[in-house]
């Protein structure tokens, strides 16, 4: 078995321990967004035309886009804690086209529909971008594209198999190291137009502040403990019961990503894992022209356990990835939040990825739950005679995704046959995750084979290729 890149030049543990001295153990994203004054918490009944389940960006652009549509309707969002404290504050600000986790995973799984769903996932983030500055939504947003790197030999030879063109153009050594200085890259494609940088917590603060200006009402710290058609037709909608208050909604969108669903049926349908990311200090002017990246790229790179690294605003770097933490039990707990073990393998890399940059700091470190299903995109559906839609199981690709999502889920509830919810993609279900202990045993053994590939020059052993033809395969 071989070794890779960052266990072939390790840097000094004293390089790593003095990076981590005084790290923070908080989500950047959500430090670095202005006071907010926050949102009531529900005290008293109410009806609505609309309810949403979830604070994330689902439900926030869930909600401004009903509003947007129907003005004089009443829509009403329910957070169990603060807009956008979980996935939607604490992922890595990558706004990715794509809406299947990549074109690989699309067309082994709807072969048919992967050219149509590649040019929808570019549209809606071709929306995105113009609903950011329409509706004047201060995010750093940032169309700069994205860069798959080739760190081992194996990966070049994966990158010289990929299509290129105007929009995707390979870079070999030289090229990319022109682009980004690390003495690791050995090749990469830039992918120009299918990738944006924003700021998480700016995002969802701002989506927030839209729709409570278009009419919608927020409320936070109300956490919804079921939902009750008892004695209701399907026109009289559902209850929301919460802790304050019962909300009788006409129609109820849910949003809750990674939580335990509110239907049963979406029990086994997600599981979480968590992700581990670490912020430097903003970069000197010295240290930037040490690594260039001038052009402000995004940046992963290929192996199964991947690393994903871009510039915020002000010149600081997130690293983060290659851990993906599943816990027995399938339980969202903060406590699996602190894992010294993830943060300090993180910020050996870092320094394997750019050794020029030793005595950097790191600000932050955090972790989040990622809704992960069995296809490991979004799927969607509706519930109780479709008063009730959802999406869910994003796999760490719903900054983008969301938005289409929340159009699906407006769809299904006004009952419109569009080309979006006659997609397969949409109209189908991946296969549940088993319960524990097997879910747990199938979890760790995929996870420990796919780190012996990253070892073995990508090759897939006999129990991913399994996988793969059961379509449940996974590669980066």
């Not at 990558?94 to 067309?107: D, I, K, V």
């Not at 004047?136 to 010289?160: M, P, S």
Request: proline share 5%.
């Amino acid at each position: 078995m071989g070794t890779t890149i960052f266990e072939r030049a390790r840097p000094a543990a004293s390089v790593i321990a003095g990076a981590l001295a005084d790290t923070r153990s908080a989500p950047f994203w959500l430090d670095d967004v202005s006071p907010q004054t926050g949102y009531p918490t529900l005290t008293a009944d109410l009806d609505c035309d609309l309810a949403i389940v979830g604070g994330g960006y689902l439900g926030l652009w869930t909600a401004v886009l009903a509003q947007q549509e129907n003005p004089g309707a009443r829509v009403v969002l329910l957070e169990a804690r603060t807009i956008g404290w979980a996935a939607s504050g604490r992922n890595g600000g990558f706004c990715e086209a794509s809406l299947t986790h990549g074109e690989e995973n699309g067309r082994r799984r709807w072969p048919t529909e992967i050219d149509r769903l590649t040019e929808l996932g570019l549209k809606n983030l071709d929306e995105i971008e113009r609903a950011v500055t329409e509706l004047g939504l201060k995010c750093d947003f940032e169309r700069t594209g994205a860069i798959d790197l080739a760190v081992e030999e194996h990966q070049v030879d994966w990158l010289r198999e990929e299509p290129t063109g105007t929009d995707s153009v390979f870079l070999d050594a030289a090229a990319l190291r022109a682009e980004v200085g690390s003495p690791t890259y050995l090749a990469g494609i830039w992918h120009k137009r299918s990738n944006a940088l924003v700021h998480p917590g700016k995002l969802a603060t701002e989506l927030a502040r839209v729709a409570t200006e278009l009419g919608v009402e927020i409320f936070e710290h109300t956490p919804v403990k079921n939902l009750d058609t008892q004695g209701l037709t399907p026109a009289q909608g559902t209850r929301l019961r919460t802790d304050s208050g019962v909300v009788r909604a006409t129609k109820t969108a849910l949003a809750t990503n990674v939580f335990p669903s509110l239907l049963a049926r979406n029990r086994l349908s997600t599981v979480p894992v968590y992700d581990y990311v670490l912020m430097t200090e903003p970069l000197s002017p010295d240290q930037l022209t040490a690594i260039g990246w001038q052009k402000r790229q995004g940046l992963s790179d290929l192996a199964n356990q991947f690393h994903y690294y871009r510039l915020s605003a002000d010149n600081r770097i997130l690293f983060g990835g290659y851990d993906a933490i599943y816990h027995y039990g399938a339980r969202v707990r903060s406590g699996y939040e602190n894992r010294p073990e993830s943060f300090q393998q993180l910020a050996g890399h870092f320094f394997t990825t750019f050794p020029q940059l030793a005595g950097l700091r790191f600000s932050h470190q955090w972790a989040g739950a990622i809704d992960t299903s069995t296809q490991f995109c979004a799927f969607y559906g509706t519930a109780r005679g479709g008063r009730i839609s959802y999406a869910a199981g994003f796999t760490g690709l719903g900054v983008a995704a969301t938005h289409f999502a929340a159009k699906v889920m407006l769809d299904q509830l006004a009952e419109r046959r569009t080309e979006r919810t006659q997609l397969e993609m949409v109209r189908g279900r991946p296969l549940p995750f088993p319960p524990e202990p097997l879910a747990s045993m199938g979890i760790q053994t995929t996870r420990w084979s796919l780190d012996r590939a990253d070892h073995n020059r990508g090759r897939r052993n006999i129990i991913l290729k399994t996988l793969d033809a059961l379509g449940l395969g996974f590669d980066s």
